[in-house]
């Protein structure tokens, strides 16, 4: 393990990704496959496709053809973005604001989130950590799409670059 840590190679596969940058295909698919696999087992074991968050205090639901369609496409960028989807509710349950950045945003008044209908948008952010694999500490940016009837819909993961961002909301 302490190889690892100080060389902090990244293997080829990890937890069944490829992490090869060009293999988005791969890496979409196992998006898709995901998403399939949670929304069947939310459906069955609690009778709807939800998962609560403690931040907010709110169901954040999930819906393939918004989540979903969404997720299959940006969150196959990077393997990290596609770790995240597999571990999605853990993610939605314990994300959380970072300090100085808002939490609310207006939606774009183009594109996906004005044709999901959204309101407003929550911006909040999950830390993945390990002590012996350096390449597994990375942050994700959850964003949900709130609807006008209150409803906060998982409308995208992704990487992020914590330093970029924290920078960007100082200036």
Known sequence: MNALKKTNIIP???NGIPTDKNATEQRRE????????LLERLQRTKGEKTIFNDFLGVDVHILMRESGKKASNGSTKY???TYAVQH?????????PLPNVPIYKIPKSTGKQKEFNYVNLATLFYEFKSEELDYM??????TLGIKNDGRH????????????LEK???L
């Open 137 to 142: 500490n990375f942050t994700v940016k959850l």
């Open 30 to 37: 196992i998006v898709k496959n995901t998403y399939f696999k």
């Open 153 to 164: 819909i998982q409308y995208s993961i992704s990487k992020i670059e914590v330093q970029f």
């Open 88 to 96: 999605l509710e853990k993610v939605i349950r314990n994300a959380k």
């Open 79 to 81: 393997w990290q973005s």
């Open 12 to 14: 080829s596969i990890i």
């Open 168 to 170: 960007e909301n100082t």
